[in-house]
C-alpha cells in the first residue's frame, strides 16, 4: 500500500514539473500566429511614440548617475522622451544626482507608505499623462542601451498595450553567480520569449515594463504588492490586455554578487508569487477574456519554479521512484520526471550556444549544488514567513566594470 502511495504522490508531482514543458510544446505548434510589426507602428501614427521614462529610487545614490546617463545619452529625439527620476523617502543624494545627470526628480516624504509601487502610483498623479503614449518603469540600478527607446518604438502604436524589454546582467561575467542569472535571463529573452510571442501569447513583465497611457488614464496603477510586476502580468493578462516583448530594446541591470545579497530579493518574490498565486489564480481559469491555452501559460509563469528547483525536484522524484516505489513503475515515473526537463535543456544549451563565452559560463553549473541548496533554504525560510508582505530593499554593491552584451547583439 505505501508503494501505491507513494507512487499517486510521485505521479502528481510529475504531472507539475511537466507542466511548463507543455506550455512550451503549446507555443511551438501554436506559432504562426504573428503580432503587429513595425511597419504598421509609427508609419500609421504619423510619429514616433512619446515615452515617459519613471525611475523610481529610494536611497540610490550609488547607483542613479549611471542609470540617469544611460537614459539621457538614448538615441531618441529629446522632444519625444521625458525622464524623469522619484526620490522616495531618501536620505542621500538621489534626487541631486538625478538632477546633475540632466533628469527631472520628484521628491516623495511618507515613511508611513513606503515602497516601489506607492512611488509609482504617486507620481502618476503629478503628471498628465496625456502628453505621452506610454510609460516605461527603470530600476534605478540598471542602465539602458543607446537604442533602448527606438527599441521600444517599434512595436508602436503603443498606448493600449504593455510591453516588456529584454533584461540582461550588467555584471553578468563578474562571478559564478551573475554569470548564472546572465545565463537564465537570455535563456528567456532569447528562447522563451520569442516563442510566446509567435504564438500570440502575453509576455511576463519585469524590470523595464511599459504601459500604453490609455491603459493608465483608464485604471490608474493598479499594483501595491512586493512584487508589483508579477501581479500586473496577472492583472492584464486576466483582462485579455496584450503584452509584448520588445525584442530590440536592451536594459542591464546588476546580479547579486553574493548569495547574501540576494536573499533578500529572493524571498521576496517567492513570497510575493505565493499571494499572487492564490489570489489571480482563480481568477485567470474563470476569465472569459483569454483562451485556454493563454490561461494554462499564465498559471505556469505565476507557478514556475526556478530551473534549478525543477532539477531538485526531479533528482528527488527519481530517487523515490527508482528506491521507493522500485519495479517498472518506479522506472516509467523516473523516465517521466526526467524528460520534463528536456524543454530546459533545450533552452540552456541555446543560450549557449549562442553566449559570447560559453565555457566559462558552462563551467558555473559546477556550483550548481550549492547554488540549490542556498535555494532551498531561502524556500523554506520565506514559507516560514509567508505572511509576511513588508517592502526591504536589495542591497547594492558599487558599479565595476560592465560586462553586458546586449541580447540584440550580432555576438549572441
Same mark, same amino acid.
Not at 540598471?142 to 527599441?151: H, N, R, Y
Not at 518604438?153 to 510591453?163: G, H, R, S
Not at 510586476?229 to 492583472?235: G, I, N, P, R, S
Given at each position: 500500500?505505501?508503494?501505491?502511495?507513494l507512487?499517486?504522490a510521485?505521479?502528481?508531482v510529475v504531472?507539475a514539473?511537466? +507542466? @511548463? +514543458?507543455i506550455?512550451?510544446?503549446l507555443?511551438?505548434?501554436n506559432?504562426?500566429?504573428?503580432?503587429?510589426?513595425?511597419?504598421?507602428?509609427s508609419?500609421?501614427?504619423g510619429?514616433i511614440?512619446?515615452l515617459?521614462?519613471l /525611475?523610481?529610487?529610494? =536611497?540610490?545614490e550609488?547607483?542613479?548617475?549611471?542609470c540617469?546617463?544611460?537614459?539621457?545619452?538614448?538615441?531618441?529625439?529629446?522632444?519625444?522622451?521625458?525622464?524623469?527620476?522619484?526620490a522616495?523617502?531618501?536620505s542621500d543624494a538621489?534626487?541631486?544626482?538625478?538632477?546633475?545627470?540632466?533628469?527631472?526628480?520628484?521628491?516623495?516624504? =511618507? @515613511?508611513?507608505q @513606503?515602497?516601489?509601487?506607492?512611488?509609482i502610483?504617486?507620481?502618476?498623479?503629478?503628471?498628465?499623462?496625456?502628453?505621452w503614449?506610454a510609460?516605461?518603469?527603470?530600476?534605478?540600478d540598471?542602465?539602458?542601451? *543607446?537604442?533602448?527607446?527606438?527599441?521600444l518604438?517599434?512595436?508602436?502604436?503603443?498606448?493600449?498595450?504593455?510591453?516588456q524589454?529584454?533584461n540582461?546582467?550588467?555584471?553578468?561575467?563578474?562571478?559564478?553567480?551573475?554569470?548564472?542569472?546572465?545565463?537564465l535571463?537570455?535563456?528567456?529573452?532569447?528562447?522563451?520569449? @520569442?516563442?510566446?510571442?509567435?504564438?500570440g501569447?502575453?509576455? *511576463?513583465?519585469s524590470?523595464?515594463?511599459?504601459?500604453?497611457?490609455?491603459?493608465?488614464?483608464?485604471?490608474?496603477?493598479?499594483?501595491?504588492?512586493?512584487?508589483?510586476?508579477?501581479?500586473?502580468?496577472?492583472?492584464?493578462?486576466?483582462?485579455?490586455?496584450?503584452?509584448r516583448?520588445?525584442s530590440?530594446?536592451?536594459?542591464?541591470?546588476q546580479?547579486?554578487?553574493?548569495?547574501?545579497?540576494?536573499?533578500t530579493?529572493?524571498?521576496?518574490?517567492?513570497a510575493?508569487?505565493?499571494?499572487?498565486?492564490?489570489?489571480?489564480?482563480p481568477?485567470?481559469?474563470?476569465?472569459p477574456?483569454?483562451?485556454?491555452?493563454?490561461?494554462?501559460?499564465?498559471?505556469?509563469?505565476l507557478?514556475?519554479?526556478?530551473p534549478?528547483l525543477?532539477?531538485?525536484?526531479t533528482v528527488?522524484?527519481?530517487?523515490?521512484?527508482?528506491?521507493?516505489?522500485?519495479?517498472?513503475l518506479?522506472?516509467?515515473?523516473a523516465? +517521466?520526471?526526467?524528460a520534463?526537463?528536456?524543454?530546459?535543456?533545450?533552452?540552456? +544549451?541555446?543560450?549557449? &550556444?549562442?553566449? *559570447?563565452?560559453?565555457w566559462?559560463?558552462?563551467?558555473?553549473?559546477?556550483?550548481?549544488?550549492?547554488?540549490?541548496?542556498w535555494?532551498? /533554504?531561502?524556500?523554506?525560510?520565506?514559507?516560514m514567513?509567508?505572511?509576511?508582505?513588508? &517592502?526591504r530593499r536589495?542591497s547594492?554593491?558599487? *558599479?565595476?566594470?560592465?560586462?553586458?552584451?546586449?541580447?540584440?547583439?550580432?555576438?549572441?
Open positions: 500500500m505505501f508503494h501505491l502511495i507512487a499517486v510521485l505521479a502528481a504531472v514539473i511537466w +507542466l @511548463p +514543458l506550455s512550451e510544446l507555443c511551438l505548434f506559432g504562426t500566429r504573428r503580432v503587429a510589426t513595425a511597419a504598421s507602428s508609419e500609421a501614427v510619429e511614440p512619446r515617459l521614462f /525611475v523610481p529610487a529610494h =536611497d540610490e550609488l547607483l542613479i548617475s549611471g540617469v546617463r544611460s537614459l539621457m545619452a538614448m538615441t531618441y529625439p529629446s522632444t519625444h522622451r521625458r525622464v524623469l527620476v522619484v522616495d523617502n531618501c538621489t534626487a541631486r544626482l538625478a538632477r546633475e545627470q540632466g533628469a527631472e526628480s520628484l521628491e516623495r516624504n =511618507d @515613511p508611513a @513606503p515602497g516601489k509601487p506607492r512611488a502610483a504617486w507620481a502618476l498623479n503629478q503628471i498628465d499623462l496625456r502628453n503614449d510609460c516605461v518603469i527603470v530600476d534605478a540598471s542602465t539602458v542601451a *543607446p537604442t533602448f527607446a527606438s527599441g518604438a517599434k512595436l508602436a502604436p503603443l498606448n493600449d498595450i504593455v510591453f524589454p529584454n540582461g546582467v550588467l555584471n553578468e561575467f563578474e562571478n559564478w553567480l551573475t554569470r548564472l542569472g546572465g545565463l535571463g537570455r535563456c528567456r529573452f532569447q528562447v522563451t520569449y @520569442p516563442l510566446k510571442q509567435s504564438a501569447l502575453n509576455c *511576463p513583465i524590470n523595464g515594463m511599459g504601459f500604453g497611457t490609455n491603459l493608465l488614464l483608464r485604471d490608474g496603477w493598479r499594483s501595491f504588492s512586493i512584487t508589483e510586476d508579477t501581479e500586473l502580468y496577472a492583472v492584464y493578462t486576466e483582462a485579455g490586455v496584450t503584452i516583448h520588445a530590440d530594446a536592451d536594459l542591464f541591470s546580479e547579486s554578487r553574493s548569495l547574501r545579497e540576494g536573499a530579493q529572493r524571498r521576496r518574490w517567492i510575493g508569487r505565493f499571494q499572487i498565486l492564490r489570489e489571480w489564480g481568477r485567470l481559469v474563470r476569465s477574456r483569454i483562451g485556454w491555452r493563454q490561461k494554462l501559460d499564465a498559471l505556469v509563469e507557478a514556475l519554479p526556478a534549478v525543477h532539477l531538485v525536484a528527488t522524484v527519481v530517487a523515490l521512484a527508482l528506491f521507493g516505489v522500485r519495479g517498472e518506479g522506472v516509467w515515473i523516465y +517521466l520526471a526526467i520534463s526537463l528536456s524543454g530546459l535543456v533545450f533552452n540552456t +544549451l541555446t543560450a549557449i &550556444w549562442r553566449h *559570447p563565452e560559453p566559462r559560463t558552462a563551467s558555473s553549473f559546477l556550483m550548481l549544488p550549492i547554488y540549490a541548496v535555494r532551498l /533554504v531561502v524556500i523554506l525560510g520565506t514559507v514567513t509567508v505572511k509576511d508582505t513588508a &517592502w536589495t547594492r554593491s558599487a *558599479p565595476g566594470v560592465s560586462g553586458a552584451v546586449p541580447m540584440t547583439d550580432s555576438r549572441v
